[in-house]
């Protein structure tokens, strides 16, 4: 049984947001937090920036119909500070973002996007800028790849150099992410383990 998922390549259009030092908190409010599961999620991301006290839409570019089925988020530096919560990039991916390129990261936020197979790869600042702007005035309809194998990000005639740890590439590349996958594909192994654990009593 083959429960790996690997992910060499994304391809998709981008959303731009731009600004220094975003974090979870813009990314989605605490008070939408109050939750058992993540599911629904995503229509919360960037709430506060998008919608006024009357939820009246307002101009975001996740509120852009250019940007509409966008999997690729791109940011500036020291995304996703502050909160060490899961809950923002749950929301990201459950908007429909599948990998995010930005001038850095804050590390518990790429970690957790690591853990739900969401890559945060980094960029120079130059390239980001032009990217952004790409995205939102040149051509937002434009589909680009990400090829995590080569650690390059290639989009109308262009290609850019991106950086991610290279443990961390590793894995999705792979597709040794997928944790529960890895567990379930080596499911005699797993049963012996678990049954050599005191703690862990009648696992099927």
């Known amino acids: 049984m083959k429960m790996k998922s690997e992910m060499p390549q994304i391809a998709g259009k981008a959303v731009p947001v731009r600004g220094d030092d975003i974090d979870t908190d813009r990314i989605i409010p605490a008070r939408f ?94 390239d980001i800028r032009i990217l952004q702007d790409f995205a939102e005035k040149e051509d937002p309809e434009a589909i680009l790849n990400l090829n995590l194998a080569d650690k390059k990000l290639n989009y109308n005639d262009t290609s850019i150099a991106v950086e991610i740890p290279e443990e961390r590439r590793k894995t999705l590349v792979e597709g040794s992410w997928n944790t529960l996958g890895l567990l379930v594909s080596a499911l005699d192994k797993t049963r012996k383990k678990v049954a050599e654990l005191p703690y862990i009593k009648n696992f099927k």
């Not at 990201?92 to 739900?116: D, P, T, V, W």
Request: aromatic letters at 12%; one cysteine or more.
């Open 33 to 126: 937090m109050k939750t058992v599961t993540f599911e629904g999620l995503g229509k919360y991301a960037f709430y506060d920036a998008r919608f006024d006290e009357m939820g009246r839409a307002k101009k975001h570019p996740f509120n852009d119909p250019k940007h509409k089925g966008a999997v690729f988020l791109i940011v500036n530096r020291n995304f996703g500070s502050g909160s060490s919560r899961e809950h923002a990039p749950q929301a990201l991916k459950r908007f429909g973002i599948k990998a995010i390129i930005g001038e850095s990261f804050a590390e518990i936020f790429s970690g957790n996007c690591q853990l739900l197979g969401m890559p945060c790869v980094t960029a120079g600042a130059e």
